[in-house]
C-alpha cells in the first residue's frame, strides 16, 4: 500500500509518496504566490493551495498503481486565518502566520483581556501569528466579510475539506489558534465568547493520526484513486516534521531550521511554561509539546544570500568561513518581527559589530550564527523549566548544510542526529497517514520502525566555550534595541 504526505508550505506544497515498509516513492513539489498587501502583512490564495495540490497528486502518482493508494495525511503551515461562506467559497485571501498585522488585537487580548487568563483558557498568550488575533481583526476591519463567515478553518484543513467533505482538524495545529483548551483537548467557551465565534463556525476536532473521512467520489475520479482512500487529520507543520523525525513520546527533541525556526519536546504530560515564552501544545501522537518558533530562520540565510549578495551558491557563499566563534559580527534575526521568546511582531532584523576589516564571510557567518542563538533563547527557556536536553534530531532545508550544523550543535551544546530522509512535515503526513491506515497501532511504533539516524553532529568543546562567550553577548543585544522598534 501507499501513503501520501503533503506538506503545505509557505512557498509550496510538497508532497511525498510513501510505502507500507517506510521506502520514499516520490517527491514533488509544486509552488504558489506568496502576496504582501501592506507591509508587514502576508497572504496566500487557498485556491491556489488546492490547484496545486491536485496538480502534485496527479504527477506523484502518474507511475504507480493507484488502487495501492490507501490514505493521505498532511501537515500544514499553522495559524493561517481561512473563511469559508456558506456556499463554501473563499471569503478572502487567508491571513498567514507570519502575517504582522495584528498588533493591536494582540495587545488587547494580552492586556486587557489578559495573559493569565489566556494561558488558563488555552496554555498560551496570544502572538501576532495565532489565528484568534486575525480573527479580531477581520471583525474590527472587514466587518461586511465576517459576516459571511460560515467555517473558520487552518490552511491544510481546506486540503482535507476539498478532498473529504470533512470539516475538520486535529489538536495539533488547532493549539495554535489561541481558541483551544490545550490541557483537555475541546474548544474554550471562554475563548470563543472573547472572539465571537460559534462553535459551529469551528472545525470538528481529530487526533493527528484518525480518519476524518473518504475521498469525494469526484475528487477520486479525477486522481484516478478507489473511493476507499482514506484522508487522516494530519497535523501542524511542527508536529508533522516531528513525527517525520521520530520526535514523539517523552523527552525527545527536534529542531527545524524551515523558513522559520523551532525547537520542539515533547512530553507525555501537559506542561506550561509559566513565562508563556514558549507555546504548550499538543502532539500529533496523542501527548504534548513545548515549542519555541522563531520567524525568520532558513529565510534569513535566503535573504542574505538571494536578495543582499545576489547568489543562489550557498556552499561557495559558507566555504571561506573559518573562524567559527570569534566573530565579532553579530546578526539578529527578526527579519519579519519575533515570536518566541520576545513575542515582538515590531522586532526587526539588524547587524552589530562591523568594522573596517569586516568581511563578506563575517558577515555570512553571523546570519547563520544569529539563527542559532535565536534558537538557543527558547532551548533556554525550557532548560530554565528543569528539562534536560542533550540530543536532538535536526530537520528543515538550512539542516542541509554541514557548517550550520556545527555551529548549531556547538551555540547549544547538543548533539544533532541527522537522519537518512530529511522530509519533515511530508513524510510525518505520510506515516500518519499509515497510522489511520491500520498500518501501525501507534505513532509511536510506526517512527521506531521507520526513522532512522544516519549520523550525529557532535557539538565542539573548544567551540562550546567560544559560542557561550559570543551568546551572552547576544543576549543582551535585543533588550538594548528594543525601544528602536
Not at 522586532?347 to 535565536?374: K, P, W
Amino acid at each position: 500500500m501507499y501513503y501520501i504526505g503533503v506538506d503545505l508550505g509557505t512557498s509550496a506544497v510538497k508532497l511525498l509518496l510513501m510505502a507500507a515498509d517506510g521506502t520514499i516513492e516520490k517527491i514533488v513539489s509544486k509552488e504558489y504566490d506568496l502576496s504582501f498587501p501592506h507591509p508587514g502583512w502576508s497572504e496566500q490564495k487557498p485556491e491556489d493551495w488546492w490547484a496545486q495540490s491536485m496538480a502534485g497528486l496527479k504527477e506523484l502518482t502518474a507511475e504507480v498503481d493507484k488502487s495501492l493508494v490507501a490514505g493521505i495525511s498532511f501537515g500544514g503551515q499553522m495559524h493561517g486565518l481561512v473563511t469559508l461562506d456558506a456556499d463554501d467559497n473563499v471569503i478572502r485571501p487567508a491571513i498567514l502566520w507570519n502575517d504582522g498585522r495584528t498588533g493591536k488585537e494582540t495587545e488587547y487580548l494580552n492586556n486587557v483581556i489578559g495573559k493569565e487568563k489566556l494561558s488558563a483558557y488555552t496554555a498560551n498568550i496570544a502572538f501576532a501569528g495565532f489565528t484568534a488575533p486575525k480573527i479580531l481583526w477581520m471583525q474590527e476591519n472587514e466587518p461586511e466579510l465576517w459576516a459571511k463567515v460560515a467555517k473558520i478553518m487552518l490552511p491544510k484543513d481546506y486540503l482535507a475539506y476539498k478532498l473529504s467533505g470533512s470539516f475538520c482538524t486535529d489538536y495539533s495545529d488547532a493549539s495554535g489558534m489561541l481558541l483551544l483548551d490545550v490541557k483537555n483537548r475541546c474548544w474554550s467557551k471562554e475563548m470563543m465568547d472573547i472572539c465571537h465565534v460559534s462553535e459551529a463556525q469551528l472545525p470538528k476536532l481529530y487526533e493527528s493520526y484518525e480518519v476524518v473521512g473518504t475521498i469525494k467520489p469526484e475528487v477520486a475520479a479525477e486522481l484516478g484513486f478507489t473511493n476507499d482512500v482514506k484522508i487522516i487529520a494530519g497535523a501542524g507543520d511542527n508536529a508533522a516534521a516531528a513525527v517525520g523525525t521520530g520526535t514523539v513520546g517523552e523527552g525527545k527533541c527536534n529542531l527545524s531550521i524551515g523558513t522559520s525556526g523551532t525547537i520542539f519536546i515533547s512530553s507525555k504530560n501537559f506542561t506550561v511554561d509559566p513565562a508563556n515564552a514558549l507555546h504548550s501544545f499538543d502532539h500529533a501522537d496523542g501527548g504534548y509539546h513545548l515549542m519555541g518558533c522563531m520567524l525568520s530562520a532558513a529565510s534569513c540565510n535566503k535573504w542574505w544570500m538571494d536578495e543582499i549578495l545576489k547568489t543562489k551558491d550557498y556552499p561557495a557563499e559558507q566555504a571561506g568561513i573559518k573562524n567559527l566563534g570569534e566573530n565579532r559580527v553579530f546578526y539578529l534575526p527578526y527579519l519579519m518581527g519575533e515570536r518566541s521568546p520576545h513575542n515582538n511582531p515590531d522586532a526587526r532584523a539588524m547587524f552589530i559589530g562591523m568594522s573596517m576589516d569586516t568581511t563578506r564571510e563575517d558577515m555570512t557567518q553571523a546570519v547563520l550564527e544569529g539563527v542559532a542563538f535565536g534558537l538557543r533563547d527558547s532551548l533556554e527557556v525550557a532548560r530554565s523549566q528543569g528539562i534536560v536536553i542533550e540530543r536532538s534530531k535536526i530537520c528543515g532545508g538550512g539542516a542541509k548544510s554541514p557548517l550550520w550544523q556545527q555551529i548549531i550543535a556547538s551555540v547549544m551544546n547538543l548533539k544533532l542526529d541527522i537522519l537518512e530522509n530529511e522530509e519533515g512535515p511530508g513524510l510525518g503526513g505520510a506515516i500518519l497517514a499509515a497510522v489511520g491506515c491500520g498500518e501501525y497501532a501507534t505513532v509511536e511504533e510506526a517512527c521506531d520502525k521507520l526513522v532512522k539516524v544516519k549520523t550525529t553532529v557532535e557539538p565542539d568543546p573548544e567551540l562550546i566555550r567560544k559560542y557561550e562567550e559570543r551568546y551572552q553577548e547576544f543576549k543582551k543585544l535585543y533588550p538594548t534595541v528594543k525601544s528602536l522598534f
